[in-house]
C-alpha cells in the first residue's frame, strides 16, 4: 500500500513481509520540511523513539536547473542529518525533484526567493533550445521540461548527480520525480532523437549518467526509480 501525503509531508511506503531484508518503511521529505530544521529533526527524533517505525528516510535534493552554487549550499544543508539518522538507526537517502520537470519549477520572478516549486533566476542554470522537449507540432514546451536524449541534458543529468553523490553519499538514490514522458505531455517528447521510441527505453537511456557517476564517486549507492508514462512518441 502506498499512502501520499501533500507536500512538505512524507511518502510511505508499506510492505508486510517483516523478514524482509531491505527496508520496508521510507519517508520522503519535500524540499521546504528539508530545509526547515525543526520539522526534520523533531521527525528523526520521533522514529529514534520507535525503532523501526521508519528505516529509511529520502531527503528531498535541489533540481538539477539549478546553479552547481545553489545546489552546494542547499545539499550542504542535508548533509547535516545523515549523523542524525545514523545515531537514529535510519538509512539516509536523496530523492531528486523534477528530474525531468514538473516545468513549473523552472520558472521564477526577481523578488522570488527559492522554494519547492520557483526559483529566483539568479539561481537557474542557461540551456539551450536543444535541452527542452518538442511537442507533437514542433514547438518547444512551454513549461520547458528536458528532453532526455539531449546530449545537453544528459551531461547536466551527470554533472548533477556526481555533486549530489559526492556530497551526501547516500545510501539509496531515487531520480523519480518527475521521469514523467507519458503524463504531462500525453505522449513525451517529440525531437527526431526521441520520435518512436518507448519512455522507459528513453528513460534508461536517460538514467545511464546517474550510473556513470555513481561509478566514479559513490559506487554502492542504490537506484530507485518511478516512471509515471502510459504513452509513446509516434
Not at 554533472?159 to 507519458?182: E, F, H, I, M, N
Not at 538514467?207 to 542504490?222: F, G, I, N, S, W
Request: net charge neutral; aromatic share 12%.
Amino acid at each position: 500500500m502506498i499512502l501520499r501525503c501533500l507536500f512538505p509531508f512524507a511518502v510511505l511506503l508499506f510492505a508486510f513481509d517483516a523478514s524482509a531484508a531491505e527496508p520496508f518503511i521510507a519517508i520522503r521529505q519535500a524540499m521546504p520540511a528539508v530545509l526547515h530544521g525543526d520539522f526534520i529533526g523533531k521527525t528523526i527524533e520521533i522514529h529514534a523513539r520507535h525503532p523501526g517505525s521508519c528505516d529509511e528516510i529520502w531527503f528531498d535534493a535541489p533540481d538539477v536547473v539549478c546553479t552547481e552554487k545553489f545546489a552546494r549550499e542547499t545539499l550542504g544543508r542535508l548533509l547535516r542529518w545523515r549523523t542524525a539518522c545514523e545515531k537514529a538507526g535510519i538509512r539516509f537517502s536523496v530523492q531528486q525533484g523534477n528530474t525531468l520537470g514538473h516545468g513549473q519549477c523552472l520558472r521564477g520572478t526577481a523578488e522570488a526567493k527559492p522554494s519547492f516549486s520557483t526559483y529566483a533566476p539568479g539561481d537557474l542554470q542557461t540551456f539551450t533550445d536543444d535541452a527542452w522537449m518538442v511537442d507533437a507540432h514542433g514547438g518547444r514546451l512551454t513549461w520547458r521540461r528536458f528532453c532526455p536524449s539531449s546530449p545537453e541534458t544528459i551531461d547536466a543529468a551527470y554533472r548533477y548527480a556526481k555533486l549530489v553523490l559526492q556530497t551526501l553519499r547516500p545510501y539509496s538514490y531515487w531520480p523519480d520525480d518527475d521521469l514523467r514522458l507519458g503524463f504531462c505531455t500525453q505522449r513525451g517528447c517529440f525531437c527526431e532523437r526521441c520520435r518512436g521510441r518507448g519512455p522507459e527505453e528513453l528513460l534508461a537511456g536517460y538514467l545511464k549518467a546517474y550510473r556513470r557517476a555513481a561509478d566514479e564517486v559513490c559506487p554502492d549507492v542504490r537506484f530507485g526509480l518511478q516512471t509515471v508514462a502510459p504513452g509513446r512518441p509516434e
